[in-house]
C-alpha cells in the first residue's frame, strides 16, 4: 500500500514534467529537447536556494522561473537565428549541464537535513496526527505522513492543472494553440507566432524544472544526472495518458497527461513489487506500457465487432 | 461520452492499482502475518486501542538495552507498536536498591494496563508494592526467590513473566571440554542478589558430580570486583564463569581486563557480552528473552488474567563463541560447539539490496556481500532471502525501488553508491540501513561526521586511500614535485576525490594538477592537456568515467612517458605501475558485517561510518621497466598480483 501511495505521490510530481512535454510536443509540436537539462536546472536551482537558507516554496518559484529563462532561450534560438528545434534543444541542454554545476558548485547537493516543501508536511502532519502516525487504509497499515504528502501533490497538480486550462483558454493561450495547429493561418490573422513559440517553451520548461524541484526535494537530493531519460518518460506519459482518455478537447489532453503519468509510475512499481529479475525491469516496464498502449485500442476493436454481429443479425 | 471517457480512464487507473495492491496483500495488518508460529488468542493488539505499558529498571546498562530492543520488536510484530499504539513509561532505580520500592509505588499510581519489571530485586519490590496493576516480569533467573509464588503454575494472581534460569550443567559441562584437564572453575557474584546465590547453588551441586571444585568469591558493590577477580585468578583456578549477576555484569569490563592480563578463559551466561571480551557464552540472549517476552504482556494488555498465565522459563541455549581471542590464546573449541555457535542461524532475515546501476563496482560488492553472508554461515533460503534491486541509472526508476523497498519489512537494507543511499535513506526512516560503495558518505549528507550520523544508517564507505598512494609515489620517484589527474565535473565523488588527493598531495609538498572531463571522448585530450603541462606522474583518481576511459590516459602517460599510477586495481593491468585499490567485494564484505552487529542488536547510529577495511597493492614490474622506475621493495612483497 505505502508502494502505491509512493507511486501515486511519484507520478503526481513528474506529471508537472508530462504537462511540461505536453506543451512542448503537443501544443507547439516543438520537439524539445531542453527538458533533460532543465529538469535539472529546476532540481539544481531549487537546492542551491534551499541549501542558502531560502524559503522552499519561493525557491521552488524562483527554479520555474529559471527553467522558463531556458526554455525561452531555446525558444530564441529557434526563432531568431532559424536553429532547427531539436538542435536548440540540445545546445541549451548541453549548456546547462555546465550551469547546473555552477549553480550547485559540485555535482550532488543533499538537502537531507534541510527544510523543504515536504519537511512542512511532515511537520504539519506531525503536529495534526502525531509522530510517526499510522493510518489503516482497507487493511494496510499506511504511515499518516505519506498521505498527507499524496494529498498535498493532489492539490499542487489539479491547481496547475486548472491554472493551465484556464491559460489555454484566454486569448494569448488560444492563438498559442492555433500556433501549433496551424501557424500559417493564425500569422494571417496578425499574431507573431515567434512570440508564441518563445512563451510557450518557457512555460513548458517552467513546468519541468518546476517537476525538478519538487522531486529534489522529495527525494533529498539534488544530482546534475538527474534529468538523464526524463524527457522520454514524459512523452511515454502524455501519449499513455492521450491513448487511454481517446479525446481532443483541451480538458481532457490536460488531465491525460497527470492520469499517464500516474499510471506509468504504477506499472514501474507492479513491475518491482513482482520481484523480477532486476535485470529484465526495463523490458518489463517496456512491455507493461506497450499492453497499456494497445488495450484501448484492442477494446474498441471488439466492441465494434459484437456490434456488427448484431447488426447482420 | 465524455463522462464515459473520464470513467475509462478513472477504470484503467484503479484496475491498475488493483494489480498492485493485489501483489501487495502479504503485507496487510491482517491475521496472516510473517511468524505466526505459536501465537494463542489474545496477543495480537486490537485496533484503535492505545495501550499503557509500565517499564521499570534496576539502573541503564546493556543487558537491559538488549531485553528492551527484542521485547519492542516483538511486540510490533504482535501489532503493539511503541510510541504509536503503545504507550511507553520507564523508570529506573539509577542502580539503587533503596530506590526500587519508590518506583513501583510511583507506577502502581499511574494509569497504565500492566508494569513491566525487570530483573531479581526489581520483582521483589514489585510483588512487594504494586497492588492495582498486572505485571509481566522478565529478566529473572529465579523469580521464585523473588516471592512471585510457590511454582511456576502456582504463582501471586497479579504477576506472570519469563524466567530465564541459565544452564548451568551446560555451562560447566562445555568449560570441561573446552578447556580439558579442568579442575577448579572459578566465579564471582554478589551474595545479597538471590539470583545469584541460586545459580551458585546449582553451580556447586553439579561441579561436585563431575568432580570439579567451584571456587567462589563474593563481592558487594562495583568497585571490589576488579580486586576480587585479580584474588580469585591468584587461585589456581583454570577458567571463571560469571553468571548474569548485576554488579559483576556492572562491572564487566574490569573482569574482562583482569582475565586478559592472566590469560584467564572467561565464559559467560549473558551471550551479549561475548563482544565485549570473554570467550565464550553459553546461555540467554537477552534479545530473544526479551522477544519471548513479548507474546506475556500482549496477553494482558488484552484482558488476560495473569494468574491463569503460567510462567514460563525461557533458554534458548545459544552458544556464541569468541573465535579471534581463542586463536590468540591457542585455544581449541570443540567441535560440536562451534558446530552449533552460530546465533545468526534460523532467523530468516529478509535482506533488500539496491544498486543504481550495473557496473563491475556494484557486482563486485554484490559479491563480496554475498560470500561474506555466506562465511558467517548463512544460507540463502533457508537463514536469509535476498532481494535485489537495480535502478538502470534512472532516478525516477530509483524513487520507485525506494517504495517498493519501504512498503516491506526488511530486516536490513542494503544500498550501494551514492544516489540510491540518498533517496533511500530520505524515504525509509524505520529500518536500518547498510551502505556500500559511498565515496564520501558527509558530503553526501549522510552525518555529521563519521561517529555523528542518522540514527537508522551506517555503512562502508570506499573512498580512496589517498595518503598511501602518495607516499608510494614519493617513495618511488623521490624528488617529485608534480602531479596530475583528470576527473568528472558531473560526479559528486570525483570532485570530493580530486578535492582529498589534491590535500593529501598539499600535505607531501606536491603539486596537483587536476583538468576536468565531461565525456569519454574528452578524456583523452584532458591527459594530454596534464601531460604537456610539466607533470611527472599520473596519480589517476578513480571515477566512472575515467574507469570506463583509463586505457586512453594510459595511452597518453606512455606516449609522453610519464609513470601512471592508479586507485583501481585492473589498470595495473592496462599498463599502470602500480595501483592502492580499495576493494568493493570487501566493502560488500564488510557491509555485511555493519549488518550483522546491528541484527545482534546493536543501533545502526551507535556504529560509525567505516572505509574498507583493506587495501590492495598491485605492482607492475614491466611498466616499472619501462618508466625505469623502482617501487620499494616493501609495496612488492605486500602486492597481491606481481607480475
Known sequence: MSLLIGSFTIGLILALLALGIFISFRIFDFPDITAEGSFTFGAATAASLIVAGVNPLLSSFIAFIAGMAAGAVTGLIHTRFKINPLLAGILVMTALYSVNLHVMGKSNMPLLNETTVFTWIENFSVAVSGEGAKANVIGWEVAVKDLWLLFFCLLVIVAFCIGLWWFFKTNIGTAMRATGDNDQMIRALGVNTKAMIIIGVALSNGFIALAGAMLAQYQGFADVQMGIGMMVWGLASVIIGEAIINDNSLGFVIAGAVVGSVLFRLLVAIALRWGLNPNDLKIITALFVFIALILPGLMKNKKKLTFKRRAHA | ?643
Not at chain 2, 610539466?534 to 571515477?543: L, R
Not at chain 2, 599510477?565 to 593491468?573: C, N, R
Open chain 2, 1 to 643: 461520452m465524455k463522462i464515459k471517457k473520464v470513467l475509462n480512464a478513472l477504470l484503467a487507473l484503479l484496475a491498475i492499482a488493483g494489480i498492485l495492491l493485489l501483489s501487495d496483500l502479504g503485507n496487510r495488518i491482517g491475521p496472516e502475518k510473517r511468524g505466526t508460529k505459536t501465537r494463542k488468542a489474545g496477543t495480537k493488539a486490537v485496533e484503535g486501542i492505545t495501550y499503557k505499558l509500565g517499564l521499570t529498571y534496576f539502573a541503564p546498562e546493556e543487558a537491559f538495552e538488549m531485553m528492551v530492543t527484542g521485547l519492542w520488536k516483538g511486540m510490533e510484530e504482535l501489532g503493539f507498536v511503541k510510541d504509536s499504539n503503545l504507550i511507553v513509561i520507564a523508570q529506573h532505580a539509577n542502580g539503587e536498591m533503596a530506590n526500587l520500592q519508590p518506583i513501583h509505588l510511583n507506577m502502581d499510581n499511574q494509569d497504565v494496563d500492566v508494569i513491566v519489571p525487570t530483573s531479581t530485586p526489581g520483582i521483589s519490590a514489585a510483588v512487594a508494592t504494586v497492588k492495582k496493576h498486572p505485571m509481566v516480569f522478565t529478566m529473572s533467573y529465579t523469580p521464585l526467590e523473588a516471592g512471585v509464588g510457590e511454582s511456576f503454575t502456582k504463582h501471586r494472581p497479579n504477576i506472570t513473566g519469563v524466567a530465564s534460569f541459565p544452564p548451568v550443567e551446560k555451562t560447566i559441562d562445555f568449560i570441561r571440554e573446552t578447556i580439558p584437564g579442568t579442575k577448579r572453575i572459578g566465579t564471582l557474584y554478589n551474595s545479597s542478589e538471590a539470583n545469584s546465590r541460586k545459580v551458585a547453588e546449582v553451580g556447586k551441586a553439579y561441579c561436585e558430580k563431575t568432580g570439579i571444585e567451584l571456587v567462589e568469591s563474593t563481592v558487594i558493590n562495583t568497585s571490589e570486583v576488579y580486586q576480587a577477580t585479580s584474588a580469585l585468578c591468584m587461585r589456581n583456578i583454570d577458567a571463571i564463569w560469571i553468571s548474569g549477576d548485576n554488579t559483576a555484569i556492572q562491572a564487566f569490563h574490569a573482569i574482562v581486563k583482569v582475565c586478559n592480563d592472566n590469560k584467564m578463559p572467561l565464559v559467560v551466561n549473558d551471550v551479549e557480552f561475548v563482544d565485549n571480551g570473554a570467550l565464550a557464552g553459553v546461555g540467554i540472549s537477552w534479545y530473544n528473552t526479551g522477544h519471548f517476552t513479548a507474546p506475556f504482556v500482549a496477553r494482558v494488555l488484552n484482558g488476560e488474567n495473569p494468574k491463569n498465565i503460567p510462567i514460563e522459563n525461557y533458554v534458548d541455549e545459544l552458544i556464541v563463541l569468541n573465535t579471534g581471542l581463542a586463536e590468540k590464546w591457542g585455544i581449541q573449541f570443540p567441535e560440536k560447539y562451534l558446530a552449533k555457535s552460530n546465533p545468526l542461524k534460523g532467523n530468516n532475515y529478509k535482506f533488500s539490496l539496491t544498486h543504481y546501476v550495473d557496473s563491475p563496482n556494484s557486482e563486485d560488492a554484490e559479491h563480496g556481500l554475498r560470500e561474506e553472508l555466506k562465511r558467517n554461515g548463512l544460507v540463502e533460503g533457508k537463514d536469509y532471502t535476498l532481494k535485489v534491486f537495480n535502478a538502470q541509472g534512472d532516478v525516477s526508476t530509483m524513487n520507485s525501488i525506494a517504495d517498493a523497498v519501504s512498503a516491506e519489512k526488511w530486516d536490513i537494507v542494503f544500498v550501494t553508491s551514492t544516489p540510491t543511499t540518498q533517496t533511500l535513506v530520505n524515504k525509509i526512516k524505520n529500518m536500518p540501513i547498510v551502505f556500500a560503495n559511498v565515496g564520501d558518505p558527509v558530503k553526501a549528507g549522510l552525518g555529521i561526521s563519521f561517529t555523528d550520523h542518522l540514527s537508522h544508517v551506517t555503512g562502508i564507505s570506499t573512498m580512496s586511500d589517498f595518503k598511501s598512494l602518495i607516499e608510494l609515489v614519493k617513495e618511488s620517484m623521490p624528488g617529485i614535485k608534480t602531479i596530475g589527474t583528470v576527473y568528472t565535473p558531473g560526479e559528486v565523488n570525483s570532485v570530493a576525490y580530486k578535492e582529498r588527493l589534491q590535500q593529501e598531495a598539499k600535505n607531501a609538498g606536491l603539486r596537483l594538477i587536476a583538468v576536468p572531463a565531461n565525456s569519454a571522448t574528452e578524456v583523452a585530450d584532458a591527459a594530454l592537456s596534464i601531460a604537456n603541462r610539466g607533470i611527472e606522474a599520473f596519480t589517476q583518481i578513480s571515477d566512472n568515467l575515467t574507469a570506463s576511459c583509463g586505457s586512453s590516459i594510459i595511452k597518453v602517460a606512455y606516449d609522453n612517458h610519464i609513470p601512471y599510477f592508479a586507485f583501481i586495481e585492473k589498470q595495473v593491468e592496462q599498463g599502470a605501475v602500480a595501483a592502492i585499490s580499495r576493494d568493493y567485494y570487501n566493502a560488500g564484505a564488510d557491509a555485511v558485517d555493519m549488518a550483522i552487529e546491528v541484527l545482534k542488536g546493536k543501533s545502526p547510529g551507535s556504529i560509525p561510518y567505516r572505509y574498507v577495511g583493506k587495501s590492495i597493492v598491485t605492482v607492475n614490474r614491466d611498466a616499472m621497466d619501462y618508466f625505469n622506475i623502482k617501487v620499494p621493495e616493501k609495496y612488492i612483497s605486500e602486492a597481491v598480483n606481481n607480475e
